[in-house]
């Protein structure tokens, strides 16, 4: 069973910086996708950064030239290094991955408890 630990999450003031951490355990497979998404109070849960195994990203528009994703493979753990956060960042983070056990396996998604970040103007 897979299990996706954050850490990092608090209250900061606009401007200021946040990096959080997903660990990942269990089997995750050689081929992965990890990723963090935010849920605002009210609203639905939305991508924010993806990161495959070998290194390939993508960031919502938003946050794009803010926040840099990233991981260490050997400890299977993923980062997000936000900078320059606004009030509308604020949100419960969530980890995430994805992954197929096998070619044409259904895509096995997993899904971390949260982390709070919460940005005061």
């Known amino acids: 069973q897979v299990q996706l630990v954050e850490s990092g999450g608090g209250l900061v003031q606009a401007g200021d910086s946040l990096r959080l951490s997903c660990v990942a355990s269990?089997?995750?497979?050689?081929?992965?996708?990890m990723g963090w998404y935010r849920q605002a109070p009210g609203s639905q849960r939305d991508l924010v950064a993806t990161i495959t195994t070998g290194g390939i990203t993508n960031y919502a528009n938003s946050v794009k030239g803010r926040f840099t994703i990233s991981r260490d493979n050997s400890h299977n753990t993923m980062y997000l290094r936000m900078i320059s956060l606004k009030a509308e960042d604020t949100g419960v983070y969530f980890c995430?991955?994805?992954?197929?056990?096998?070619?044409?396996?259904?895509?096995?998604?997993?899904w971390g408890q949260g982390t709070q970040v919460t940005v005061s103007s």
């Open positions: 269990g089997s995750i497979g050689s081929n992965n996708t």
């Open positions: 995430n991955l994805k992954y197929r056990r096998y070619p044409l396996a259904p895509l096995a998604d997993y």
